[in-house]
């Protein structure tokens, strides 16, 4: 079955204590993604990427990493997690050779720093 | 500032009702798509409209994208409860390295009382 899976799906931690959150897809997409959802914000980019080893910062990358060392995965790194990085996050994935492919997006991971 | 403004915020209709959910921004999009996400799921494609003025049905969800390509609709003919969830709308831009870069609106809130 296509899918992204995200590891964790919740996840509890205290301010400063690094973490890692999980994505793989197997549907040897390209193009990987993170996302912060907030309410009434909507869905906000955090970082990209389009390739192995090729990554970039979306609209909101302060205080995340991110790394791309095999196609399959992309996981989001907090070193040092704060408060105000309590959120749902989503990873997706889609092809890159259509304009038009729809995302395909992990069931979230919802985090809290206390 | 949001870029893709979503109207409204929140919407609780009687099954049977017709319902509109606007899209708005200031911004051309290459593309439009809407997505439906359910409680504790990821984001799922329903539609992408490509062209101005263009009109896609999905049984008794219509979709329109604007004649200038910076705005949307999407209208449900006699809801039901099923049609619960978050529906978002992203815009497609193109990056300069040609990967496409969605932007999402802030969501609108469906419930379908039965």
């Known amino acids: 079955e296509a899918q992204v899976t995200q590891n964790p799906r919740y996840l509890i931690t205290v301010t400063g204590k690094k973490l890692t959150v999980t994505c793989s897809q197997n549907m040897n997409h390209e193009y990987m993604s993170w996302y912060r959802q907030d309410p009434g914000l909507g869905l906000r980019q955090i970082y990209y990427s389009m390739n192995v080893e090729v990554t970039d910062k979306g609209d909101v990358p302060e205080g995340y990493k991110v790394s791309r060392k095999e196609k399959r995965n992309f996981p989001l790194i907090l070193e040092s997690p704060s408060p105000n990085q309590t959120s749902l996050y989503f990873c997706?994935?889609?092809?890159?050779?259509?304009?038009?492919?729809?995302?395909?997006f992990g069931s979230g991971t919802q985090l809290s720093v206390l | 500032t949001q870029l893709l403004e979503q109207s409204p915020q929140f919407l609780s209709i009687q099954e049977g009702e017709n319902l509109t959910v606007y899209c708005n921004s200031s911004s051309v999009f290459s593309s439009l798509q809407w997505y439906r996400q359910e409680p504790g799921e990821g984001p799922v494609l329903l539609v992408t409209v490509v062209t101005g003025g263009e009109v896609k049905k999905l049984k008794r969800l219509t979709f329109q994208f604007g004649d200038a390509r910076k705005d949307s609709s999407l209208h449900i003919t006699a809801a039901q409860p099923g049609d619960t969830g978050l529906y978002l709308c992203a815009g497609g831009l193109i990056s300069s390295g040609s990967a496409r870069q969605l932007t999402f609106g802030s969501g609108t809130q469906l419930t379908v009382l039965p």
């Open positions: 997706a994935s889609t092809r890159l050779a259509a304009t038009n492919e729809k995302l395909f």
